[in-house]
């Protein structure tokens, strides 16, 4: 009786290495644009949570310390900063401890009297994640807003929103932070003023 062996190869030919590699460089380039889209939605969604979490520590910030705050968006710009608002009273308690607030008890006027300036290490700057740009800041306008405004117009300096304004009693402005990622969508992030509350939205079409 015949007897026949069979051979078991023990390593693939060079051909068959090409071909699986081909196959391989083919499903990488399948889902490549679908790992670049989950990435960049995912970034959205960053920086609507961190402007929503600037929002809520902003407002605490404003009743624990007893001091208006703005918040404003670099339009078109990758960064939010955020500063408190100093006012007329301000200026009085800076002469009074500095000694000099005898021209207040005979009448002078308290707001020309001096002109406390902005600290700059009282600035804080917020900045989004990659290729995450504002888009547009847009505040409901209302009486004490529009004073505080008018008195920091000069001081926004070029490129800067409106003021979103956290006030010591927990109240804010009623206003929409809108970024976007370049081709990716946008997203909202929506504040309401009695509350003080901030809602994100979903990734919106661009």
């Given amino acids: 009786m015949r007897e026949f062996s069979l051979s078991r190869r023990s390593a693939f030919t060079l051909l068959e290495l090409l071909l699986v590699i081909a196959i391989l460089a083919a499903l990488a380039c399948m889902t490549m644009p679908k790992w670049g889209m989950l990435l960049n939605d995912r970034r959205l969604m960053r920086a609507g949570d961190q402007v929503?979490?600037?929002?809520?520590?902003?407002?605490?910030?404003?009743?624990?310390?007893?001091?208006?705050?703005?918040l404003e968006g670099m339009l078109e710009g990758d960064s939010l900063r955020a500063k408190p608002f100093y006012s007329a009273t301000d200026a009085t308690e800076a002469i009074d401890q500095t000694g000099t607030g005898s021209e207040l008890l005979s009448g002078a006027d308290q707001v020309s009297a001096v002109v406390v300036e902005q600290d700059e290490s009282a600035i804080e700057t917020i900045e989004l994640p990659d290729e995450i740009t504002v888009t547009g800041v847009s505040v409901v306008s209302a009486a004490r807003g529009?004073?505080?405004?008018?008195?920091?117009?000069?001081?926004q300096g070029e490129g800067w929103s409106r003021p979103v304004l956290f006030y010591p009693d927990g109240s804010t402005s009623t206003a929409l932070i809108s970024m976007a990622h370049p081709t990716m969508g946008r997203i909202v992030v929506k504040i309401r003023g009695i509350t003080g509350d901030a809602t994100v939205s979903e990734v919106l079409a661009p």
Wanted: hydrophobic share 45%; aromatic share 0%.
């Fill in 52 to 70: 929503r979490s600037s929002v809520a520590r902003l407002r605490v910030e404003a009743m624990r310390s007893g001091r208006v705050i703005m």
């Fill in 146 to 155: 529009m004073e505080i405004e008018e008195l920091t117009v000069s001081d």
